[in-house]
């Protein structure tokens, strides 16, 4: 497709239980970053990917989160033993040029824990 | 580390009056600064940005921001709102030179054009 790709759109899940999402970058786009947006928030930075490899993962809150882009295209965000407070829209954005700031978002994924 | 200060969670406005959404930032050093939009049921979109040059600047829907270093400000206006401008928008920063580029985001206005 011609945008960034998220899967699913929603997901619920019981408190404890392991999450993944996936973003499907737009074809050609080395930078891939990930953002929560809680309620009533703005998106806060997670991670961004530079090709394979994790050039910034200061945003992950603790060590239940893990991201992987193994082949420099798509991504997934992985969260272990989920929290209700993790229940938030995650967005994936990617980008040809990050420095210019624009960045090409994905609808989000909405995680719900119950 | 840097902020982003929207003031106004939520504004109505009629159609064809003028708007201004507010935007404050705190930084120790130089940035870049975006408005990003957020239509009903889609994703994020750049609508304009700041990087260099003339502190003010336009998108191709009507809408300009003028940067205001002494201020810390990055207000964004339309002379005259439309329907379809119905939408969340975010002030956006991200440090120059930083490595990752990453933005820091302010909590958004939604903007309301009534008809």
């Known amino acids: 497709g011609a945008g960034v790709s998220q899967t699913p759109s929603n997901k619920v899940t019981e408190k404890g239980k392991y999450v993944e999402l996936r973003c499907d970058p737009i074809?050609?786009?080395?930078?891939l970053y990930w953002y929560r947006q809680s309620l009533g928030q703005g998106p806060e930075f997670l991670i961004y990917?530079?090709?394979?490899?994790?050039?910034?993962d200061s945003g992950l809150p603790n060590d239940r989160f893990f991201a992987v882009r193994p082949e420099g295209s798509v991504s997934t965000l992985k969260i272990q033993r989920t929290e209700r407070g993790d229940s938030a829209v995650y967005l994936c954005a990617s980008s040809s040029a990050p420095g210019q700031g624009e960045l090409f978002f994905g609808e989000g994924s909405r995680l719900t824990v119950l | 580390a840097q902020s982003v200060t929207q003031l106004d969670s939520q504004v109505p406005v009629f159609e064809e009056a003028p708007v201004e959404l507010r935007c404050n930032y705190s930084?120790?050093?130089?940035?870049?600064l975006f408005w990003y939009v957020q239509y009903p049921n889609q994703g994020l979109q750049l609508l304009l940005k700041?990087?260099?040059?003339?502190?003010l600047v336009e998108s191709i829907n009507g809408f300009e921001a003028e940067f205001n270093k002494s201020q810390t400000s990055f207000h964004l206006r339309k002379p005259s709102v439309h329907i379809s401008d119905t939408a969340e928008y975010f002030c956006?920063?991200?440090?120059?030179?930083?490595?990752?580029?990453?933005?820091?985001f302010g909590k958004g206005t939604k903007l309301s054009v009534i008809p």
């Open positions: 930084s120790s050093v130089s940035v870049y």
């Open positions: 990917f530079q090709g394979t490899g994790a050039a910034d």
């Open positions: 956006a920063v991200t440090n120059i030179g930083a490595g990752s580029y990453q933005l820091t």
């Open positions: 074809s050609g786009h080395t930078a």
């Open positions: 700041y990087l260099s040059g003339s502190t």
